[in-house]
């Protein structure tokens, strides 16, 4: 199979996103996961551009030594000397000079011709190969650049020594079928295009960075310039999550990559704690919810197969496993998948009889824990040997309204009703039970406790109720603190109606 190389620039290009700035120690870090991930090439900075980026470059030179470390210049001979200095240590190393080939780079950013372009593009790769072997050229913003005058600026440059040409969509202007276009244009046109490697580097201003480099690499592009999460200037670059895992997937593509896959996540994290920008919860490959299903429809499928809903086994990029999240749109199969992984086997009236209290509870979580699961199997299983069950309640109280609580509580076949006043809502409703029940009890103890995080947290309480000498402990949890200490309150209650009467 053919080679597709992988030039990663996040330490260059990403690096340019306000405020990912790294320091040296940071980038050794980084070009370390770059090396064990497998990638053909490590742009380590711009050296002319900084004594951190010269410093940096020299450092991750010595530090890694399998991947080509290549240095990027402007088509100047003071930034190709600077380079070639940084990269003395370099086992393998490369400079990546160009300069711009649009209109708009030619007449604005120039003000020059593009005669005068051909010349310096010229001039600089034949400097640069002075100095080393693997000289990488860069027509600056070639996806607007005319094809005729980009051919002509390609051919200059290979037989000046250029070892790899790169047709930057440096403002993420093309769609796929045009870029893709270009890149064949230049296969078919450029009569010494065998000797060098076309490569892509698209950026996402229009969110097709991705679909613009695969379209290069199907119409002759061996080398993908690329970025771990993404990262680079404006709307970011071409994430080499996507290539990789888009080439892995897709037979239609049987090309070599030399990446071990199962270092992605570790790099994608890694990337976005350095350089502190969070991944989008919906990334693809690496976000949080690239392999979680909450739909009922979907769970039930991966279940049964993953393959009905993934085309990509979430191990192969370093994750652990699929995740069935439970929310309100999930299914009887994914509670009893979770209630399983808790030691819980319901039958399936029971399962029935918990959906039913998980959709209650869903309906006010946003997503349901393993610890709320628990809770859920816990407090099911405390109701069935209660006396008292809670049938309704009704609490009210403000600043200028006394705390006043109805309920109603089912003993049997029997209905009770109360209602109180107290100190407050809660003070209230116990009030309430008090006034049903026949049993003189004081409250001891009352303890609520935040179960998981966040405003929509099941809050457990636990009372404890002391009657005739005897303590009683009541346990039960919901998002309503309210609620949950009436349940609490009359399980206790139900525990002193268990001990045998006198």
């Known amino acids: 199979m053919e080679k597709i190389h992988i030039f990663d620039t996040t330490l260059r290009d990403a690096e340019q996103v306000p405020g990912c700035q790294l320091n040296t120690v940071e980038k050794i870090e980084v070009a370390r996961q770059l090396e064990k991930l497998g990638v053909d ?42 380079a070639a200095e940084a990269l003395k240590n370099a086992k393998r190393a490369r400079i990546h000079t160009g300069i711009g080939t649009s209109p708009y780079h030619i007449r604005e950013k120039l003000n020059t011709t593009p005669e ?25 913003d070639a996806g607007r650049t005319g094809d005729d005058f980009l051919a002509r600026v390609v051919e200059a440059v290979i037989r000046a020594g250029a070892t790899v040409v790169n047709i930057p969509d440096t403002t993420g202007y093309c769609l796929p079928d045009a870029y893709g276009a270009k890149i064949a244009y230049l296969r078919a046109r450029v009569p010494n295009i065998d000797k060098a490697i076309l490569s892509t580097h698209c950026h996402d201003d229009l969110g097709m960075a991705t679909a613009n480099t695969i379209a290069g690499v199907q119409n002759g592009a061996r080398q993908v310039e690329v ?78 197969s993953r393959e009905t809903y993934e085309i990509i086994d979430p191990t192969a990029v370093g ?15 994914a509670l009893k998948h979770h209630l399983e992984r808790i030691g ?38 405390s109701r069935r040997d209660r006396h008292f069950h809670l049938e309704a309640l009704q609490v009210t109280c403000g600043a200028t309204t006394i705390p006043t609580a109805t309920l109603r509580v089912r003993k049997g076949d029997e209905l009770l009703a109360a209602t109180a006043h107290g100190n407050g809502p809660i003070d209230a409703a116990f009030n309430a039970i008090k006034g049903i029940i026949p049993q003189q009890i004081i409250l001891e103890e009352y303890l609520v406790q935040a179960i998981t995080r966040g405003s929509d947290d099941l809050g457990k309480v636990h009372v404890q109720l002391s009657h005739e000498g005897r303590a009683y402990h009541g346990f039960a949890a919901n998002v309503d603190t309210i609620s949950a200490s009436v349940e609490a309150f009359l399980d206790a209650v139900s525990k002193i109606n268990d001990q045998p009467q006198p």
């Open 41 to 82: 090439v490590i742009e380590a900075g711009f050296p002319v551009s900084s004594p951190g980026d010269y410093k940096s470059v020299i450092e991750i030179s010595k530090a890694v030594t399998r991947p080509v470390i290549c240095a990027l210049t402007r088509a100047i001979k003071r930034d190709i000397e600077v």
């Open 227 to 304: 970025t771990v999460n993404g990262l680079g200037e404006r709307a970011g670059n071409t994430p080499l999550e996507e290539v990789v895992m888009a080439i892995a997937c897709h037979d239609s593509l049987p090309f070599e990559l030399g990446i071990n896959t199962r270092e992605i996540l570790h790099a994608s994290r890694l990337v976005s704690t350095l350089m502190r920008v969070p991944v989008q919860p919906n990334k693809a490959i690496v976000g949080r919810n690239a392999f979680a299903h909450s739909s009922g429809i979907h769970q039930d499928g991966v279940l049964k």
């Open 116 to 140: 005068e372009v051909v010349r310096r593009a010229v001039e600089a790769v034949k400097y640069a190969r002075q100095f080393v072997d693997d000289v990488e050229f860069y027509a600056e």
């Open 319 to 333: 994750v652990d496993e699929s995740s069935i999240i439970l929310t309100a749109r999930s299914g009887r199969a």
């Open 344 to 381: 819980y086997l319901p039958g399936d009236q029971e399962l029935n009889i918990l959906y039913e209290k998980f959709l209650d509870l869903a309906d006010k979580k946003k997503e349901i824990t393993p610890r709320d699961l628990e809770v859920l199997v816990g407090n099911e299983l």
